[in-house]
């Protein structure tokens, strides 16, 4: 049977469902649906019983939910806003409903760092270089951390003369990743063989890019590198598609993203921009995700709609 939170992860994935025309099919009473999105009703047995032919009828698959997508937030360019999109991403999923867990695969360890974690005893280095099981910390409800800091760039050369060196990573996550809804990795700043075991471990990448020329040069290698993985080891990889951040009002950054969508046509961009806001430096000095710390500012919404955005893609 069709569990009620599959139900509740199905419909959010399928935004152009019309509830209403869904509580009709099923026999429901109305507004049943509703009530669930918004978490004032709990979706009991006889619910699912009479919604599962109905879901299966539009798409609902039970492989859909048997594994973790696994997400790379990635560019070899630095300052572009890929922890602060990969934590705020995942936590505007987790308040979604969705069961996610963050892995700080850079040896800055920024994304650990932003939830107090400085020197963790047990971090994802260990876990793929000595057979360890990868270490997981509950951040909140639905929301997890594997974390990492810079032992990793100690352990660089390890990774790279270990055996199946670009797949470590790959076959780690698989052991946990029937656990999760979404896996999201911060990669470093470089095209280097973290960058390389995260990509091959990857169902998809998000790409972060401010809107400024020295941002955009050089982004043509990573691309290179992502298709070569997709041709050599992953072909499942595919690029989700580009996200704007540290975007301001003017006529520059607006020139900057139609050269951008222009230049790279085949390649998606989500319709939500992030914008440059002092608020972000702020909840990175309070060690908190922006959804946390400021629930009601710009960027916190539009992350938020970034993941409404994802998800229905």
Do not use: W
């Not at 594997?146 to 990573?169: F, H």
């Not at 169902?203 to 041709?231: H, K, S, T, W």
């Amino acid at each position: 049977m069709i569990s009620p939170d599959k139900v509740l992860k199905f419909i959010k994935q399928k935004s152009a469902l019309n509830l209403t025309q869904l509580e009709k099919e099923a026999n429901l009473p109305k507004k049943t649906l509703h009530k669930a999105l918004q978490g004032t009703l709990t979706l009991n047995e006889k619910h699912c019983n009479l919604l599962e032919p109905i879901l299966r009828d539009y798409g609902y698959a039970d492989e859909l939910f048997s594994k973790a997508k696994i997400i790379s937030m990635v560019n070899h360019k630095g300052g572009v806003g890929k922890t602060t999109s990969t934590i705020n991403l995942g936590k505007a999923l987790a308040i979604s409903g969705f069961k996610v867990l963050l892995v700080d695969f850079d040896s800055q360890g920024n994304t650990s760092q932003c939830f107090g974690v400085y020197t963790p005893d047990e971090q994802v280095i260990d876990a793929i270089l000595d057979n360890k099981e990868l270490p997981i910390i509950e951040i909140t409800e639905n929301f997890y951390l594997s974390p990492s800091n810079i032992k990793m760039a100690y352990r660089e050369t390890d990774l790279v003369n270990s055996i199946g060196n670009e797949k470590r990573l790959r076959n780690k996550l698989n052991e946990i990743s029937d656990k999760f809804d979404f896996i999201l990795i911060d990669c470093p700043p470089a095209l280097n063989i973290f960058t390389t075991n995260a990509l091959v471990a990857s169902d998809m990448c998000i790409v972060p890019l401010q809107p400024e020329a020295y941002a955009f040069y050089g982004v043509e290698n990573l691309f290179n590198r992502i298709y070569e993985i997709r041709q050599h080891v992953n072909n499942t990889l595919n690029v989700k598609g580009i996200l704007f951040t540290m975007v301001s009002n003017t006529l520059v950054h607006k020139q900057m993203i139609d050269f951008v969508k222009e230049q790279y046509k085949h390649i998606p961009v989500f319709n939500v921009s992030i914008e440059r806001a002092t608020i972000i430096q702020q909840s990175q000095v309070a060690q908190k995700d922006l959804l946390t710390y400021a629930p009601k500012s710009a960027p916190a919404m539009q992350y938020m709609e970034l993941a409404k955005e994802f998800i229905t893609i």
